[in-house]
Nanobody, 116 residues
Framework: QVQLVESGGGLVQPGGSLRLSCAAS????????MSWYRQTTGKEREWVAA????????NYVDSVKGRFAISRDNAKNTVYLQMNSLKPEDTAVYYC?????????WGQGTLVTVSS
């Protein structure tokens, strides 16, 4: 069974940093691209970042370019989202996700709150 478990969210002041982690299991992690999305109350879930299976390439939504970085450790079956220079508008529940044979699988999410 494919499982994704996010961690690392919390309360941070504007300008601060957080690193989110997503531990994956139940599928050959090193062969699959991983993505991060986020969602705020009343809005649709927004794609934030995606990497390649090898970790060699990454893409980002314009609003986080230069501030966020996606990376992975295939030995640990874990994908990360390093978030720097956080802004109040980055406040959201962050989800990692993978497109598996049965469809897209989501983690439970981790809440990031950027506030002074």
């Amino acid at each position: 069974q494919v499982q994704l478990v996010e961690s690392g969210g919390g309360l941070v002041q504007p300008g601060g940093s957080l690193r989110l982690s997503c531990a994956a299991s139940g599928f050959p992690f090193s062969r699959y691209s991983m993505s991060w999305y986020r969602q705020t109350t009343g809005k649709e879930r927004e794609w934030v970042a995606a990497d390649s299976a090898t970790g060699g390439t990454a893409n980002y939504v314009d609003s986080v370019k230069g501030r966020f970085a996606i990376s992975r450790d295939n030995a640990k079956n874990t994908v990360y989202l390093q978030m720097n220079s956080l802004k109040p508008e980055d406040t959201a529940v962050y989800y990692c996700t993978v497109i598996w044979a049965t469809g897209r699988v989501w983690g439970q999410g981790t809440l990031v709150t950027v506030s002074s």
